[in-house]
Every structure is written in structure tokens, then in C-alpha cells.
């Protein structure tokens, strides 16, 4: 049984990452914006508030990663070694759309992140 300050701290965690491509898409749309409006010379702060909401489903992901009770070490290693490799998008977004299947055991034979 786990201890009820881990579940707090993973309900969150599960929170933040399932609330992170909305945000993505959010810092997408005033990427655009910024860039249709600003095209003279873009509104600094609106441009700062995009990017850290573009790069915060990927910070997400690997937080999730690092720091969830889900996920056995094997697991984990798996997943960070797949989110530093060159298919890391793929990766991310593969990560994003499991679910809770994510934290299941892989087949012997089956590779957990394809």
C-alpha cells in the first residue's frame, strides 16, 4: 500500500501532464499571434509566455517521468533513454497518448516505447 502523501503527489503530477498539450496548443496559438501581430517587432513578453507553454509538455513529460511512483526503474530508465534519443518526439508523444497503459510491463519481446 502506498503512503497517501505519494497519491496526492502523483494525482498531481498525472494533473500537470494531462494538462500540458492544452497548454502547448495555448502557447502554439500566441506563438502565432505573436508572430502575425509582431512582425515589426514582436511583443517580448508575449513571446517569452509562448515558449515556456510551448516547452512545457516536453518539461512535463520527463518531470513525469522522473518523478511519478507508477513506473518501476526499468521503466524508467526506458522511457528517459528513449526521451534523450534522436526519436525523442516521437517518444513524447507516444508517452502523452498511453495513459495509464504507459506504467504497465512490457512483453518480453515488445520494445515499450514502440
Given at each position: 500500500?502506498?503512503?497517501?502523501?505519494?497519491?496526492?503527489?502523483?494525482?498531481?503530477?498525472?494533473?500537470?501532464?494531462?494538462?500540458?498539450?492544452?497548454?502547448a496548443?495555448?502557447?502554439?496559438?500566441?506563438?502565432?499571434?505573436?508572430?502575425?501581430?509582431?512582425?515589426?517587432?514582436?511583443?517580448?513578453?508575449?513571446?517569452?509566455?509562448?515558449?515556456?507553454?510551448?516547452?512545457?509538455?516536453?518539461?512535463?513529460?520527463?518531470?513525469?517521468?522522473?518523478?511519478?511512483?507508477h513506473?518501476?526503474?526499468?521503466?524508467?530508465?526506458?522511457?528517459?533513454?528513449?526521451?534523450?534519443?534522436?526519436?525523442?518526439?516521437?517518444?513524447?508523444?507516444?508517452?502523452?497518448?498511453?495513459?495509464?497503459?504507459?506504467?504497465?510491463?512490457?512483453?518480453?519481446?515488445?520494445?515499450?516505447?514502440?
Amino acid at each position: 500500500m502506498r503512503a497517501p502523501h505519494r497519491a496526492v503527489g502523483d494525482r498531481v503530477l498525472d494533473a500537470i501532464l494531462a494538462a500540458s498539450p492544452v497548454l502547448a496548443c495555448l502557447g502554439l496559438a500566441g506563438m502565432f499571434v505573436t508572430i502575425a501581430l509582431g512582425f515589426e517587432e514582436p511583443n517580448r513578453a508575449m513571446l517569452g509566455v509562448s515558449s515556456c507553454l510551448l516547452l512545457m509538455a516536453l518539461m512535463s513529460v520527463v518531470v513525469h517521468v522522473a518523478l511519478t511512483s507508477h513506473l518501476t526503474h526499468a521503466r524508467r530508465r526506458t522511457w528517459l533513454r528513449a526521451l534523450g534519443s534522436p526519436a525523442a518526439i516521437s517518444a513524447f508523444s507516444r508517452y502523452l497518448r498511453l495513459g495509464t497503459h504507459r506504467t504497465q510491463p512490457a512483453r518480453s519481446d515488445e520494445d515499450p516505447i514502440r
